[in-house]
């Protein structure tokens, strides 16, 4: 997905958007999945689900499950409440390079 500078995300890749969406319900049952790990692993490594939602325009409950999902596969870890935030960690780990490898060779071939 492309954003803004603002970093709101760009509608003139919406059919770039929604075949990553149907490619990721595809593989992984849920079609939040790829577009969540590709902005995870694009990031600092420390997320919030609030933060990402707002620049993904996925609501909180869904990505915060993704989120709980990468926790379950062992590719993040959840850091102790910050006052009401609840931020999450990326672990170093293989599949956040294949995300970032992949994800772009699909929607360029896609296009």
Known sequence: MEFSAAGKADR???DSRAQLRQRSKRLFGNADRLEV???VAE???L???QELADRLRISPPRVRAQ???FVEA???RVLPRDGLRQNYERIDDPFWSMITDLVP???KHAG
């Open 105 to 107: 060779r699909w929607r």
């Open 37 to 39: 790990a590709l902005a």
């Open 47 to 49: 997320v919030h689900a």
């Open 12 to 14: 003139t890749g919406s």
């Open 43 to 45: 990031s600092s490594g």
């Open 67 to 69: 989120l709980l999902a």
């Open 74 to 76: 062992g590719v993040m």
